[in-house]
């Protein structure tokens, strides 16, 4: 590489890092130390294959994948042999892979998911050529019962697959679990497979005290959470966790063939270093932020609010500049900061400064 090439690389580095510095409207956690791992670079690790009966090579990091895969299904209330799961490339992968399962187990089923599920659950059922049908949020973007109980009923003689958030992207609502069950038992519609889109939320609510019920104990039949979001990893990663059968059902596969093995040692990483007592209070501090940032924004008369489990602050949408430097979520007239580990307090204090200084309010 000619010297030329090394300050590209240089001045990307230290652009990227500047970045991060104002990145606080995103669910991705900045604040992680991984350099222990920095051998696994040199060499070709690949995960290829099921990580519970290996695959054709020996170069993998399987044996600490299967570890990640049962600290993940604690964590969503499962004994680890009742369920299968893998480290995927991200809450995407998950979901399209939990909806391939359903597909699986009822190719006649129709599939429900909200206004405000993200855009990866619409893209799936597309690439999987299943039904689906979009179902009104509530403002607070939760999915709208009494629209999916029409659309069921619309639907009684076909299987029902529900994709439920934990957390949706934009707001951080999460479906009433216990509700939707209520509605498919009064519809006797027994045929059903649930999918939980749990990107973020699943490593926020299993840390909260009385978190609405979202796991394998609500009745779920797979469960997608994303990696690079709460816990924070150089590279986009996630997990998926089905009951065993359905993962039988086809063959225990995998979407990719060759498959990252250094993600699944850097979420063993994180779990090592922090168990569930320091994600406990990693997520109470996220929640203390939060906090702080509602208090700021509404002495800037920003309208604040949030989710009483998420760290989703929303507010009224800020200029235009305002928004970009802080790589903040806008949708229509509102926009998203999420309290993310490494946002601190002193973040909060800048970025309230320039709303202040620039107006509040659409401009
Ligand atoms: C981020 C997100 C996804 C997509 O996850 P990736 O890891 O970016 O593929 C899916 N669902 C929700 C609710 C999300 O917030």
């Given at each position: 590489m000619n010297s030329n090439d090394a300050a590209r690389l240089d001045a990307l580095f230290a652009r990227l890092r500047r970045e991060v510095d104002t990145y606080?409207?995103?669910?991705?956690?900045?604040a992680f130390d991984?350099?222990?791992?920095?051998?696994?670079?040199?060499l070709p690790v690949n995960n290829i294959g099921d990580p519970f009966s290996?695959?054709?090579?020996?170069?993998?990091t399987h044996e600490f994948e299967r570890e990640v895969v049962a600290d993940f299904a604690r964590l969503a209330g499962?004994?680890?042999?009742e369920v299968w799961g893998y480290v995927t490339g991200g809450g995407s992968e998950g979901n399209l892979y939990g909806l391939m399962l359903a597909r699986g187990a009822f190719p006649e089923g129709v599939a429900y998911y909200s206004?405000?599920?993200?855009s990866s659950v619409a893209k799936a059922l597309r690439l999987l050529r299943v039904d689906g049908t979009e179902v009104r949020s509530q403002v607070d973007g939760a999915v709208d019962l009494d629209d999916l109980r029409g659309r069921l009923g619309e639907n009684r003689d076909r299987p029902a697959i529900i994709v439920a958030?934990?957390?949706?992207?934009?707001?951080?609502a999460v479906d009433d679990l216990p509700g939707i069950h209520a509605i498919l038992d009064e519809l006797a519609i027994s045929r059903r497979f649930l999918h939980a889109d749990a990107a973020l939320g699943g490593m926020v609510?299993?840390?909260?005290?009385?978190?609405?019920p979202w796991d394998?104990?609500?009745?779920?039949?797979s469960l997608a959470i994303s990696?690079?979001?709460?816990?924070?990893?150089?590279v986009p990663c996630g997990v998926v966790l089905t009951r065993r059968g359905h993962a039988e059902r086809v063959g225990?596969?995998?979407?990719?063939?060759s498959r990252d093995g250094i993600a699944p040692l850097i979420l063993w990483h994180a779990w090592r270093t922090h168990g569930v007592d320091g994600f406990r209070r990693i997520v109470r501090g996220c929640f203390a932020v939060a906090d702080y940032a509602v208090e700021c924004l509404r002495a800037a008369g920003a309208n604040p609010w949030r989710h009483r489990h998420s760290l989703a602050v929303i507010f009224d949408r800020p200029p235009a500049a305002v928004a970009r430097k802080w790589q903040l979520g806008v949708q229509g007239n509102i926009a998203r900061l999420v309290a993310m580990p490494h946002v601190t307090r002193e973040h909060i204090d800048r970025f309230v400064a320039e709303l202040t200084t620039h107006g509040s309010h659409l401009v």
């Open positions: 606080i409207g995103y669910p991705v956690n900045c991984y350099s222990l791992l920095l051998r696994f670079l040199t290996g695959g054709p090579t020996r170069v993998n499962a004994a680890p042999d206004a405000d599920s993200h958030n934990v957390g949706t992207t934009m707001k951080g609510l299993p840390f909260i005290d009385d978190a609405p394998f104990r609500a009745g779920l039949d990696g690079h979001k709460l816990i924070g990893t150089p225990r596969l995998t979407i990719p063939g």
